[in-house]
């Protein structure tokens, strides 16, 4: 299966595969599918949350009682009300569903409300008496650390994670140095901004606690809410509704907690959603970072490289120090370096928590990186993709964290950017540039998860947990997975969904792991039920399956025998053909002997995402307009083309927001400051250039067929290509995301 | 939040619910900007008059004077031909306003009446010498916009008092620029219209954006003089205009970078005002659809 490695020239796969018309196309045009803010049940009544007055302080005094003598009020519960309300079970220490002293952020969740209307209950959450004493305000990153630490940082209350590594002769790299290239950049936060807000739907009965919520991950929060709330996770069912975009935002529970803890308060079912505006305020979203590289050259080489992170983690960071070890190794980019040194801090602020968005925190580090690089290809005066070329890793590369590579397109998607680059070029105007970004992903596919397929006479289908959220993996690119096993035109096999008491176990659509690892499930498990086929009609030939008139048939060689035929009596009678099977991926292994402190990720397989930008920057203001953009993803396989095209012009439209205009704005008392689509600015259709997909095929990852995942890789270089177009433009460089005009302008040394 | 909301058929009616409860009662002329601060809860009336059944949305020309109904959307003022023949930088400010979908809603007079600091009609309707017609019961008058703006999202409009029309004296060579963080559907960081009086052929500027009330720029303004303005005068008065006005920094620019934008800005709007000086105003617009619809009557039509 795994057989494309290497050679681009050789290892070309045919795209015999036509693209499929969406499955989820017609429900999502009717208005008919059910998204989590459109949930609805008999009889129920509409959560709110009562949030804390400041970002820090100490809860005084909580007074319920106003909220409870309004009409129309049927729950109100803050901290003192949990223990009649949960089981006696241990609930997780570090997730408090309310905090009972100590106040984190501001609009952290102290009570929660529920009433017969959506007014009412947010009157009851506005009327909910919240006394505090406000303790200090540490709103960025240089309230903690005004400068990088020295041996005091560690000691500092606000360090929640702390992370080391460093191979070879650093300083000897340093002292022979021809010269040092030493920046310092930052980065800011940016929100997922999915289109529809956290929503999720709870009943409470005797036996059960159930939520139906808008999530990548029904099984993940199913464990979360288990763990925040004290419950079996076998007491808890949670069915997801389609997600209207997650883009991370929807990877961990968040809302169902709190509507669960209401439902079981007034044993109605309690809708529970998220205003706009309290999706920013609340929001999990990736948050500032400052970065401090210093890189040796010699010989036209980088030969050391020291790399300093200071992260901004909020109230707090889940993972932590994998968090931190992850992020800070994207620093490095996919090159290889001699020797190196790595040291990153995540701090607590009074923001709220830091939450995953769209390859977590990879886009801005591959800003800073490939920022870096560039700049010191420009002042050795080499073509910066020449530069890039003479260091990026190929098939057996050793990762700064000793993990050998394995195949990995970023050669050759190099190589194809500096033919269009030297194009580009020659139809170049004054005040424009041409910026290259490369970034490096290791798809998901660790994370595990289990497939269920069901084959009857006139049926196939997958059964498993996730709906689509959106770019087609559920409803796309399983069933195309199973099809292409099985030889089976697309649009032959169904998709169903169902809720943790039935689907099989799956981590999640997130990570660019749905097709690429999920799929491996799905790919074994369409496997089985071909050798099942196979045995049973006596044949050793491979068998395929055709639909005619609605009926399957199984076709080995010559023979040709209806699936009717080939089920046993017990599955004629009853489910069908029901095989199940599983994808558990193990990584790689990194060299622990190069990790100081922390922990590490060791990658799964090595997606390399490469983008070419041209920009054109008025001189006088700063501003910066990007006129087009290609990319050239490294996919391994192509299951389906309109997928791909769509996942990468959706990142680049995205990551344009993140190069050029979203960041999350916080005032000293860590009030956000545009907790709005109007100030918090994503692109809109007329700043969107012309994007151009040119996939390098044939460096196999670990998904079925050798796919790698896609979902994430293709942000990544985006505000890296942007950043470095302006600089070619201009000869400034930006050192922090987003690159507003004003940014821009001063850089360009106008104000 | 909770309100009554009152639609009244005619301005007579619309008058009496105003009279009802002046204190307490918010007007609704497309609701753009009104039911953000709505939702935000920063305004709490106890009653919302909707203007959407009101006549006063026709667009009349009076030989070089244009009058437009203040409940006029602003799509169907930049869809005009007319308007974007005659006075294209009304039209093209009107374009600038948020996006399509808010301007089939939004109205002129919701705009003026709003009296946001970064709205982008003020400051070309300033330098355009607009008058306001305000109505009230039995009672009418005029005002200059610029008597009519008295601060951030203060207005001289008085209880009871609706604004019925907006004229413009005459087309004039102007221009309007402006620059935000994306191309649409955001407020501007800064916006600047400059205008060449046809008579007295002086210049005009007037800032959108940086102070709390749009204003002219008499400084500036006279740095220019009376005829074409050399390359050294253009500058003068970018600058002059830079250090002028009292600036402001908030989340979307800092003081610092709206000096810049001004400077920049005043520049290149005098010189493509200066540019088309001789290109008087009822030169027919490049666009095809509005010589089309204009009919030969209101082609002929002086703008002078």
Same mark, same amino acid.
């Given at each position: 299966m795994h057989g494309l490695r290497g050679d681009p020239a050789g290892g070309r796969i045919a795209r015999d595969v036509e693209a499929v018309t969406r499955r989820d196309a017609a429900a999502k045009l009717r208005g008919t599918a059910e998204f989590g803010t459109d949930l609805e049940a008999p009889g129920m009544v509409w959560g709110a949350l009562v949030g804390s007055t400041v970002a820090h302080g100490r809860l005084r005094r909580l007074d319920l009682e106003p909220a409870r003598r309004l009409p129309g009020v049927v729950a109100v519960v803050g901290p003192s009300e949990l223990a009649g309300l949960l089981p006696s079970g241990k609930r997780d220490a570090e997730r +408090?569903?309310? +905090?009972?002293?100590?106040? %984190?952020? %501001?609009?952290? +969740?102290v009570a929660a409300v529920a009433a017969r209307t959506l007014a009412e209950a947010r009157a009851a959450a506005r009327a909910v008496r919240v006394e505090v004493d406000p303790l200090p305000v540490v709103s960025e990153i240089e309230d903690v650390f005004p400068e990088w630490p020295g041996e005091e940082g560690p000691r500092s209350p606000h360090v929640i994670a702390h992370v080391r590594a460093n191979h070879g002769d650093v300083d000897g790299g340093f002292a022979r140095a021809e010269f040092v290239h030493r920046e310092v950049y930052r980065t800011n936060g940016v929100h997922q901004v999915a289109l529809e807000p956290h929503a999720c739907l709870a009943e409470v009965n005797d036996t059960t606690w159930k939520v139906t919520t808008s999530t990548q991950t029904p099984f993940g929060v199913r464990e979360d809410t288990a763990e925040i709330l004290g419950l079996k996770e076998d007491q808890l069912v949670v069915d997801g509704s389609w997600v209207g975009g997650g883009f991370g935002g929807k990877a961990a529970a968040f809302l169902e907690p709190y509507a669960l803890v209401l439902a079981r308060a007034c044993r109605k079912p309690v809708r529970l959603a998220l205003t706009y505006r309290e999706e920013f305020e609340l929001g999990r979203t990736t948050l500032p970072s400052i970065v401090w590289l210093d890189t040796a050259v010699r010989g036209g080489k980088m030969t050391a490289r020291r790399v300093r992170l200071l992260l901004d983690a909020g109230a707090s960071l889940p993972g932590r120090d994998f968090a931190t070890g992850y992020a800070i190794a994207f620093l490095l980019g996919p090159y290889e370096v001699p020797a190196f040194e790595l040291e990153g801090y995540a701090l607590r602020t009074n923001k709220p928590p830091f939450g995953p968005h769209r390859a977590p925190l990879a886009p801005q580090t591959a800003f800073i990186g490939e920022s870096h690089i560039d700049s010191i290809a420009r002042r050795l005066g080499r073509d910066p993709i020449d530069f890039r070329l003479a260091h990026v890793w190929s098939e057996g590369s050793t990762t700064p964290l000793g993990q050998k590579v394995g195949p990995f397109g970023a050669a050759e998607a190099l190589r194809r950017a500096g033919r269009l680059a030297a194009l580009w070029r020659k139809g170049l105007k004054p005040h424009q540039g041409v910026g290259v970004g490369v970034g490096f992903w290791g798809t998901g596919v660790g994370a595990g998860g289990e497939a269920l397929l069901r084959l009857t006479a006139d049926d196939l289908s997958v059964l498993q947990v996730e709906h689509d959220i959106g770019n087609g993996s559920v409803v796309v690119g399983l069933p195309a997975v199973a099809e292409r096993v099985l030889g089976l035109p697309s649009g032959t096999v169904r998709v169903l969904t169902a809720d943790t008491a039935s689907a099989p176990y799956d981590s999640g659509v997130f990570g660019s792991r749905t097709v690429a690892a999920l799929g491996q499930a799905v790919e074994k498990a369409a496997q089985q039920i071909g050798t099942t086929l196979a045995k049973r009609m006596g044949v050793r030939a491979k068998v395929r399956l055709e639909v005619e008139r609605g009926q399957f048939f199984a076709v080995a060689g010559a023979k040709r025998v209806a699936v009717r035929e080939l089920l046993t009596p017990d599955e004629r009678r009853g489910g069908g053909l029901v095989v199940r099977d599983r994808h558990y991926g193990k990584p790689g292994t990194i060299d622990d002997a190069r990790v100081r402190e922390g922990t590490f990720y060791a990658y799964h397989d090595f997606a390399a995402s490469v983008h070419l930008a041209q920009v054109e920057v008025d001189r006088e203001t700063g501003a910066v307009r990007v006129m087009r953009a290609t990319a050239f993803p490294d996919v391994g396989t192509i299951l389906d083309p309109e997928m791909v095209r769509s996942q990468v012009e959706g990142a680049v439209v995205m990551g344009l927001g993140t190069a050029l205009s979203e960041e999350t704005l916080w005032g000293p008392d860590g009030r956000m400051l545009n907790p709005g689509l109007l100030d918090y600015r994503i692109p809109t259709l007329g700043d969107v250039p012309p994007i151009e997909v040119d996939p390098v095929e044939g460096f196999a990852g670990a998904g079925p067929f050798g796919l790698k995942g896609l979902g994430e890789p293709p942000i990544i270089p985006v505000p890296a290509a942007v950043a470095n177009a302006v600089a070619d433009a201009t000869g400034a460089r930006v050192t922090e995301l987003p690159l507003t005009a004003e940014r821009v302008a001063r850089a360009l040394k106008l104000l | 939040m909770s309100f009554s909301l009152a639609t009244p058929a005619t301005p007579d009616e619309a008058f009496e619910f105003l009279a009802q409860d002046p204190e307490a009662t918010a007007i609704l002329a497309g609701g753009t900007d009104l039911l953000l601060d709505l939702e935000e809860g920063l305004v709490r009336p106890r009653t919302v008059v909707s203007l959407r059944r009101l006549p006063w949305r026709e667009i009349r020309w009076n030989g070089p004077r244009l009058t437009i109904g203040s409940l006029a959307p602003l799509a169907d003022l930049e869809a005009d031909a007319g308007l974007r023949r005659r006075l294209p930088s009304l039209a093209k400010a009107i374009h600038a306003v948020g996006s399509l979908a808010l301007r089939h809603r939004a109205t002129l007079g919701g705009n003026l009446g709003r009296a946001s600091p970064a709205s982008d009609l003020i400051p070309l309707l300033l330098v355009l010498d607009a008058r306001l017609s305000l109505v009230r019961r039995g009672d009418r008058r005029e005002l200059r916009l610029d008597e009519f703006i008295v601060g951030s999202r203060r207005t001289a409009l008085a209880a009871g008092e609706l604004i019925e029309s907006v004229t413009i004296p005459a087309p004039l060579p102007s221009e309007y620029l402006w620059q935000r963080v994306r191309l649409a559907n955001d407020i501007s960081q800064v916006g600047v219209a400059v205008a060449r009086g046809t008579t007295t052929s002086a210049w005009r500027i007037a800032l959108g954006g940086v102070t709390p009330r749009s204003v002219r720029l008499p400084s500036a303004e006279k740095l220019l003089g009376p005829g074409l303005p050399a390359p050294l005068a253009m500058e003068l008065a970018a600058q002059e205009a830079a250090q002028r006005a009292p600036f402001t920094t908030d989340k979307r620019a800092t003081e610092a970078y709206r000096r810049r934008l001004v400077y920049v800005l005043v520049k290149r709007a005098v010189a493509a005002v200066a540019a088309s000086a001789d290109a008087l105003p009822e030169t027919p617009s490049p666009s095809r659809t509005a010589k089309k619809s204009v009919p030969a009557k209101a082609r002929s039509t002086s703008a002078r």
């Open positions: +408090p569903v309310f +905090p009972e002293s100590i106040l %984190r952020y %501001r609009h952290e +969740p | -």
